[in-house]
């Protein structure tokens, strides 16, 4: 039962936070680079950024960087995106993933940025 399951989304205000979480089971995910991709409404899949097995190699989409960190807790199977001075184009459906994507899709969790 190869699972990903994300959470942590919400409704905040521009300049706001939240983290999400991403909770993987069903495979080894201590092996694996994770990606956190978005898709915002009507458009297609964005990168938003990826860290390393051991997390020690973080990657970040130029829209995000400086403002998102992207962490992993391996003994959890734990995934986070801490997001800072959200942007109302932050707002999107956040989903995460391996980076060879073979991994079926979680439902995703919304974040909305709105005034």
């Known amino acids: 039962q190869v699972q990903l399951v994300e959470s942590g989304g919400g409704l905040v205000q521009p300049g706001g936070s939240l983290r999400l979480s991403c909770a993987a089971s069903?495979?080894?995910?201590?092996?694996?680079?994770m990606n956190w991709v978005r898709q915002a409404p009507g458009k297609g899949l964005e990168w938003v950024s990826a860290i390393s097995s051991g997390g020690g190699s973080t990657y970040y989409a130029d829209s995000v960087k400086g403002r998102f960190t992207i962490s992993r807790d391996n003994a959890k199977n734990t995934m986070y995106l801490q997001m800072n001075i959200l942007k109302p184009e932050d707002t999107a459906v956040y989903y995460c993933?391996?980076?060879?994507?073979?991994?079926?899709w979680g439902q995703g969790t919304q974040v909305t940025v709105s005034s």
């Open positions: 993933n391996t980076i060879v994507g073979k991994v079926p």
């Open positions: 069903g495979f080894t995910f201590s092996s694996y680079w």
